[in-house]
């Protein structure tokens, strides 16, 4: 093992979060590589380990093509059932939403599926932005019978939808959830400041109210996640 080596990468490393600290802000580019090198009297290789290891913190973001910025911060969230609100004010950070649509639609074939809708049956559809700290994390994407939720379009959606639930007698009981990986689409990569076809988090969501199981079906939910500022984390056991 190159003792000297590694105590020269973690060296920089903390020269640079340093450097962070002092004199950017959240969105701020970071000097260049060649720039680091020379300040730091180190070879390249050495930066460009010490800044992977804060991109992987999550204290830094790559954006390709344009260089390296200072983080908005990294949510890090176990899977659980938990609103927006509470899961990012558990990680510490200060939610907000903007609402982006709030309407009535025909909804996909997956979403119809799920909550018993017939052919060409219409649901709300409630899209918003939501943001951390005043930073874009996700874009989030419900739909919702309006047989069980009448007048939901008409209430506050910038706070917790799963309260507005509630509030009309059918609170979210459990839920069935995948998480893949994708290339954010135009429209969404506008939306949280990402460049077209940059990696992100897919959340499927399928949501029940009611205690019988399985439940009735109250909502049908696509989120859509940056990558850099959103990360799962799960405690598994043997089994």
Request: net charge negative; glycine share 8%.
């Given at each position: ?66 260089g390296t910025f200072v983080s908005h ?167």
């Open positions: 093992m190159d003792t000297a080596g590694e105590l020269k990468h973690v060296w920089v490393r903390k020269q640079i979060q340093d450097l962070v600290a002092a004199s950017l802000r959240p969105g701020d580019a970071l000097l260049g590589e060649r720039q680091l090198e020379e300040q730091f009297g180190v070879s390249r290789i050495t930066v460009r380990r010490a800044i992977s290891d804060l991109v992987q913190d999550g204290a830094l973001v790559r954006i390709k093509g344009k911060g990294l949510v890090r969230s176990t899977l659980h059932l938990a609103s927006f609100n509470e899961d990012m004010r558990a990680a510490g950070f200060e939610p907000s939403t903007r609402v982006i649509t709030a309407l009535t639609a025909v909804p996909p074939a997956a979403a119809a599926e799920h909550l018993g809708l017939a052919a060409g049956q219409e649901a709300y559809q409630v899209r918003r932005l939501r943001l951390a700290n005043g930073a874009p994390v996700s874009v989030d994407e419900s739909w919702l019978p309006p047989a069980l939720v009448p007048g939901l379009l008409s209430e506050d959606l910038t706070g917790s939808l799963y309260r507005a639930l509630a509030a009309f007698g059918h609170p979210v009981q459990h839920a069935e959830q995948t998480v893949e990986a994708a290339a954010a689409p135009d429209e969404t990569a506008a939306l949280l400041d990402i460049e077209p076809g940059s990696p992100v988090l897919l959340f499927r969501r399928r949501s029940f109210t009611g205690q019988e199981d399985p439940g009735t079906p109250i909502e049908y939910a696509v989120s859509t996640y940056r990558s850099d500022r959103y990360q799962v984390s799960m405690r598994l056991g043997v089994g």
